[in-house]
């Protein structure tokens, strides 16, 4: 089992392994030399965190290879039951319900009418396919409820769950007003009412979307204005025991917001939260249309990203605080520690015969780390970091200078705890995964000016960081340049079947020819791989790469769908994930320059 020894011994150990690796055992058998300690080793690095998945023992490395050919035909049904799991948690994700909680006192009637008018339209946009006739809808069913509230005092306007046709009948009889003598209104009482709705567990995806103009009752979520009941709500309820309760039943909250008095209640809320709550401007009321649009879809891409944790035994999170805030580097201790990178594989058909990758000589490292991340993913945490490692250089009177760099990187660390989750095997298999993703998209390239195209698109180097505790204990992390700060991240693909809508692409300002690149990259590994494997999971930002001067596609953080199921764990779905990207999938103008068209999925 791999340890920080095996970093620091990768300056001379680079020998390549002797055994190549196909998707049957009975093959695998055939493969490995039964000398070949460092074979099984090698293996023994994917199956062991299968293994720790599911809560079971891998023990030593196997020393003979029947014992070897049986974890591997174990680890391999244990994938597939995971996949089969994780499919069913997906297409749930794809159920969704929404729920409309809305302040309907007299100056809201506008966005009343607005809801009314555009949720067949909404409703449409979501369940329909897109605009490729094979592109997958968000969607798959869909139910929606309205909780209207006034003041203290007033009765709530309820619609439980039901179809548009009713919601647009109940919105036309609502009468506003109401607002009870002072500013604020009842929050408190209109999301209690709306988390007793008879939210469904066959609904993998659960939104309540708020719209109100001023805040609740309480001075520790306003900004002083004029309110009745200062002290809080008078029935004792308070925003960490709701969102307490939203969290417990699993249902994402997004805000529409109209003016800037909420910002202290939406900011107390993100406190409770423990995540930050997406504010949608809906000022002006045509924006309500759109904004309820990103919001289900958000929290329908996000239920289906962290149905990947699917199955398996229950892993628990890091206890962490978001920021997004850029630390003060000066007040933060420099951390010593280890970069360690990999070359590039020779071949495809060295990734397909699993021939292990080359370490690049370890280097030494010194970064500063923020105490807080700044974002998380359904299996990271993100912190802002800075590379202020010295290095020296020889000026031109070959005098030795010491210099510092002063770089901006991000750290990814994973966020579950547990056994095997902070081991270097798991960073290092991350860190393979995008090395063997940025050697494909460099094949592309080629490929593609073969062809007479010139476009760009890479990946992120990334780099295994292994530090030592105070307490002596290690800490492992990948680590990536950061993005800069106007560039705009866009996610492009998942390893799903979602893929960026052509009208979210185009209010994002992305142009369809990038968007078209990054899905014919996908379709081109398929091909180049002779169906072995599929990078998918894309996203990144489109900006001038490397000082070219050319505009590009910079991406990170890939998945790979691979026959071999005990590969790029967690995020690879087999051949099921490379069928449903086909299945939502049409040609575009890239992969019939290559010549792809003919080459998809076998059903």
């Known amino acids: 089992m791999d340890s920080d020894d095996s970093i620091e011994k990768a300056s001379t150990t680079q020998e390549v392994s002797e055994f190549t690796h196909e998707n049957k055992s009975s093959s695998l058998k055939k493969k490995v030399p039964s000398s070949d300690a460092r074979a099984y080793r090698e293996i023994g690095k994917r199956l062991r965190p299968i293994f ?11 020393a003979d290879e029947d014992t070897l050919v049986s974890k591997f035909e174990l680890a391999t049904k244990l994938r597939k039951k995971r996949i089969e799991e994780v499919f069913q948690c997906i297409r749930r994700a794809r159920n969704v319900q929404l729920c ?30 897109g605009p490729y006739s094979k592109t997958q809808s968000i969607a798959q069913s869909m139910e929606v409820a309205f909780v209207g509230y006034r003041d203290i005092g007033y009765n ?7 179809n548009a046709e009713q919601l647009k009948g109940f919105l036309s009889g609502i009468v506003t007003g109401g607002g ?18 008879a939210w469904s567990d066959e609904c993998g995806t659960k939104v309540i979307f708020h719209i109100c103009d001023f805040p609740g009752h309480g001075d520790d979520i306003n900004s002083g204005v004029r309110d009745n009941y200062p002290a809080g709500d008078p029935k004792g309820r308070t925003c960490k025991e709701l969102f307490s309760r939203l969290r417990t039943k699993e249902i994402q909250y997004h805000f529409g917001k109209i003016h800037s008095y909420t910002d202290i209640m939406i900011k107390k809320f993100s406190e409770v939260y423990g995540d930050y709550i997406v504010e949608f401007d809906v000022m002006n009321v045509d924006k309500i249309l759109e904004a309820v649009f990103n919001a289900v879809s958000i929290s329908v891409a996000a239920n289906v990203a962290a149905s990947q944790r699917t199955g398996g035994i229950i892993r628990k999170p890091r206890d962490f605080t978001l920021d997004k805030a850029m630390p003060d580097w000066a007040s933060l201790k420099e951390l010593n520690g280890r970069f360690v990178s990999y070359e590039f594989p020779k071949s495809i058909q060295d990734i397909k015969g699993n021939v292990k990758l080359e370490w690049n000589k370890p280097k030494n490292a010194t970064v500063k780390i923020a105490t ?18 010295t290095y020296v250089v020889m000026d031109e009177l070959k005098n030795k200078k010491v210099l510092t760099k002063n770089e901006d990187i991000v750290l990814k660390e994973n966020l579950h705890t547990g056994k095997g989750m902070n081991s270097v095997v798991r960073y290092q298999l991350s860190n393979q995964m995008q090395t063997i993703a940025s050697f494909l998209a460099q094949k592309f390239m080629k490929n593609l000016k073969e062809v007479g195209i010139n476009q760009t698109i890479k990946f992120l180097k990334i780099r295994t960081l292994s530090l030592i505790n105070e307490d002596a204990s290690k800490r492992y992390m990948s680590c990536e340049r950061l993005f800069a700060a106007d560039a705009k991240f866009v996610r492009f693909t998942n390893n799903a079947g979602y893929r960026i809508l052509e009208e979210q692409a185009l209010a994002k300002g992305v142009s369809l020819e990038y968007v078209q690149l990054v899905i014919s990259f996908s379709h081109w590994t398929y091909k180049a791989s002779n169906r072995f494997l599929m990078v998918v999971d894309l ?12 505009t590009g596609v910079l991406l990170t953080d890939p998945a790979i769908h691979c026959t071999d199921l005990t590969r790029y764990l967690p995020m690879n779905h087999g051949p099921r994930g490379m069928q449903n990207f086909f299945e939502n999938h049409d040609c575009n103008q890239f992969c019939k320059a290559l010549g792809l068209e003919d080459f998809v999925s076998k059903r």
């Open 100 to 129: 409309f909680l809305v302040d309907v006192t007299g100056s809201m009637q506008p966005r009343i009418d607005d809801v009314r008018k555009s949720i067949d339209t909404l409703i449409k946009r979501l369940t329909d396919n």
């Open 52 to 62: 720790d998945d599911e809560g079971l023992d891998y023990g030593e490395d196997p």
């Open 539 to 550: 996203e990144g930002i489109i900006a001038k790469i490397d000082g070219e001067g050319k």
């Open 372 to 389: 807080n991340p700044f974002g998380r993913g359904a299996e990271r945490l993100a912190y802002y970091g800075k590379d202020v490692t």
């Open 156 to 162: 709530n306007e309820v619609l439980p769950f039901t």
């Open 180 to 197: 009870g003598g002072d500013v604020t209104e009842d929050v408190f009482g209109g999301l209690d009412t709306a988390l007793n709705l």
